[in-house]
C-alpha cells in the first residue's frame, strides 16, 4: 500500500537557491556494524537505513552541520538488523517516521518496541515527499522484502544499492538509470576464499540471495557502458572479506582510472556527495 509522505516534511528554508535545489547524500556508516545514508534534496531531508545507534547517528549528522531532529523520514530497507535495529528509537526519541514494507515489518515487529508512525508502502511503489520521489525495487537479497531505491529530484536520481543477493536481471538498467549510486562490493573472492568462514556461510554470502563481490560490481559497471554513474561509493564492504582499495580498484578499472570512486565506511561518516 502506497502512502504520500508529503504529511511527515518539514520545511527547511536556509540556503540560497541553487543549495536548495541541488541533491547532496552522504553516508553515516555502511557495513554489516550498521548502516544509515543521508539524503538531502530540495526542501526534504531524509535517512535511509536505523542500524545505528540514535546518538551515533545524531554525531555524525552533525559532523556536517545536519540536524537528526530535522529529518522528515526514515526508510527502511530491509529487515536485517544492520538495518533495521534502530527504528524504534530513531522514532521515539527523535520523532521520525518510519517507511517500510509490511513484510518488513511483521518480520521485525518483536524487535523494534512500540512504533506509533509507520507508514507502509510495497516493494515496487514510488513514495512522494513534495518535490522529492522515492522509487522501489525489489532485491534478491534473503531478506522477507527487501528493496533497493532511487531518489528522484530536479531531474537528478540518486541510486541506494546494497544487499542485492546478485547480480539479478534488470540490475544493469536501473544502476543505468541514475546519476549516481551507492554500489554494493561486500567481498573480493580471494579473500572470501582464503578465509576461516564456514562452508555454509561462503556459500550464502555468494548464494542468489547473498551480497554482490567485486567483480560483480565491476562487470555490472562493464555492462552499463556510457550510460553508468557518474560516480560510485562503494558500500557495504566486509571487515574481514574486504579491503575498501580492492573495491575501489574494481570499480576503476571497469571503467577508468580517473573515474570518481568514494568510499561509504564502516567506521565514519563520508564526505558531502553531490549527484551531479
Known amino acids: 500500500m502506497l502512502q504520500?509522505?508529503?504529511?511527515a516534511m518539514r520545511l527547511h528554508t536556509s540556503g540560497d537557491a541553487a543549495t536548495i535545489r541541488r541533491m547532496l547524500t552522504y553516508s553515516l556508516q555502511s557495513g554489516s556494524n550498521g548502516n544509515?545514508?543521508?539524503?538531502?534534496?530540495?526542501d526534504v531531508r531524509l535517512l535511509i537505513d536505523a542500524g545505528i545507534s540514535g546518538s551515533c547517528a545524531e554525531r555524525r549528522l552533525a559532523v556536517h552541520g545536519r540536524n537528526i531532529r530535522d529529518v522528515d523520514a526514515v526508510i527502511i530497507s530491509h529487515d536485517h538488523n544492520d538495518h533495521i535495529r534502530n527504528a524504534g528509537i530513531f522514532q521515539r526519541k527523535f520523532?521520525?517516521?518510519?517507511?517500510?514494507?509490511p513484510y518488513t515489518q511483521e518480520a521485525t515487529w518483536c524487535k523494534l518496541g512500540h512504533l506509533t508512525d509507520?507508514?507502509?508502502?510495497?516493494?515496487g511503489d514510488t513514495i512522494s515527499f513534495g518535490s522529492v520521489s522515492v522509487h522501489t525495487t525489489r532485491t534478491a537479497h534473503d531478506a522477507a522484502d527487501g528493496?533497493?531505491?532511487?531518489?528522484?529530484?530536479?531531474?537528478?536520481r540518486l541510486g541506494v544499492f546494497t544487499d542485492l543477493g546478485?547480480?539479478?536481471?534488470?540490475?544493469?538498467?536501473?544502476?543505468?538509470s541514475v546519476d549516481a549510486a551507492y554500489l554494493e562490493c561486500n567481498y573480493d573472492d580471494d579473500m572470501?576464499?582464503?578465509s576461516d568462514y564456514p562452508a555454509n556461510l561462503k556459500a550464502r554470502i555468494r548464494g542468489d540471495?547473498?551480497?554482490?563481490?567485486?567483480?560483480?560490481a565491476h562487470h555490472l559497471l562493464r555492462t552499463c557502458g556510457s550510460r553508468r554513474p557518474e560516480w560510485i561509493a562503494v558500500a557495504h564492504i566486509s571487515q574481514s572479506n574486504n579491503h575498501p582499495d580492492l573495491a575501489m580498484d574494481a570499480v576503476r578499472t571497469a571503467v577508468s582510472a580517473d573515474y570518481p570512486v568514494h568510499h561509504a565506511s564502516r567506521y565514519e561518516t563520508s564526505k558531502i556527495l553531490c549527484v551531479p
Open 4 to 7: 504520500n509522505g508529503v504529511g
Open 36 to 42: 544509515s545514508i543521508y539524503v538531502e534534496a530540495g
Open 95 to 101: 520523532g521520525l517516521p518510519l517507511y517500510m514494507t
Open 118 to 123: 509507520v507508514r507502509h508502502f510495497a516493494s
Open 147 to 156: 528493496v533497493a531505491l532511487v531518489i528522484e529530484h530536479d531531474g537528478k
Open 166 to 176: 546478485h547480480a539479478y536481471d534488470g540490475l544493469t538498467a536501473l544502476l543505468e
Open 192 to 194: 572470501l576464499d582464503s
Open 209 to 216: 540471495g547473498g551480497h554482490l563481490s567485486n567483480d560483480d
